[in-house]
């Protein structure tokens, strides 16, 4: 029998512990989450930036609610797991604009969001994950609030009392109905355990090249390890290489590291 909503929902929340970490490779598209679905993602979580400029439009808030609830439904009917879906800002500038998105991804079938703060002051986003809080509950919802803090991804304030600064927006975004906190922007060892040890959710920091193992993450006391648009970027990266030698050298050589099509192909040759 399908799980419902709720359910899913629950088997989401169950899988952020720092024991065993939730690893998601950020998908942008039908097909990149069906890939990572089969490399054994036990949940999907989309990257705002990737989606933006699959659909033509820079990232940071400019792709319309619209064009991104659609994206998320047709990443949740193509998957088998639970879907989380990166929602920057809101998508609103007003409590029935905030309201207006998250009844969007409940329909969509998400289980999840992450909301951003950006340069916005701390209270806005505090007000914004109640509306969310609320809109969930009252359609009966489990969705996992994923409260973004970006003060080290965007070097917010005096980098003496940025972790201090931190903290006191994750309680601030706990205290207003946040279920996570994602601090991207450090992976530093000492910075994560200490970011781990003050905030009372499950902790969610970005990784890439340097960072510690997923494992190591857990040991420091982080439940959830997003990879945001990296895989997009190295997969974009792959088409502008294979495009350059294709218009500088006239050769082919890049295309020896694609995936063959019929297993590409293959993604979708059964409804899911």
Do not use: C
């Not at 629950?10 to 998601?24: G, I, V």
């Not at 965007?154 to 279920?179: F, M, Q, S, V």
């Amino acid at each position: 029998m399908p799980l419902t909503q709720p359910d899913t929902a629950r088997l989401f929340r169950s899988l952020h512990t720092a024991s065993a970490p939730l690893a998601l490779a950020n998908a942008w598209d039908v097909a990149s989450a069906r890939l990572i679905e089969a490399a054994g993602a036990p949940a999907i979580a989309t990257t705002s930036a990737g989606a933006a400029w699959s659909l033509g439009a820079p990232d940071g808030e400019v792709l319309t609610r619209e064009r991104a609830l659609e994206l998320v439904g047709r990443i949740v009917a193509a998957v088998a797991v639970p879907v989380t879906a990166d929602i920057e800002g809101g998508y609103g500038t007003d409590a029935a604009g905030i309201a207006e998105t998250v009844t969007g991804v409940l329909a969509a079938g998400a289980v999840g969001v992450n909301i951003e703060d950006g340069t916005r002051p701390p209270a806005e986003l505090a007000a914004r994950l109640a509306v969310a809080r609320q809109t969930a509950d009252r359609a009966g919802a489990g969705l996992f609030l994923n409260a973004r803090v970006d003060t080290y991804l965007l070097g917010l304030g005096d980098p003496d009392t940025r972790l201090k600064e931190t903290l006191a927006r994750a309680h601030l975004y706990i205290d207003a109905g946040a279920d996570g906190i994602f601090v991207p922007g450090t992976t530093d060892s000492a910075t994560v355990a200490e970011l781990a040890d003050g905030i009372s959710v499950p902790l969610n920091v970005m990784a890439g090249p340097g960072a510690p193992t997923v494992a190591e993450l857990g040991a420091l006391g982080v439940a959830r390890v997003s990879l945001g648009p990296g895989v997009a970027q190295v997969a974009y990266a792959a088409a502008r290489r294979s495009a350059q030698e294709l218009y500088g050298t006239g050769g082919y050589d890049g295309l020896s590291e694609g995936m063959s099509f019929p297993e590409l192909n293959g993604l979708f040759s059964e409804p899911n």
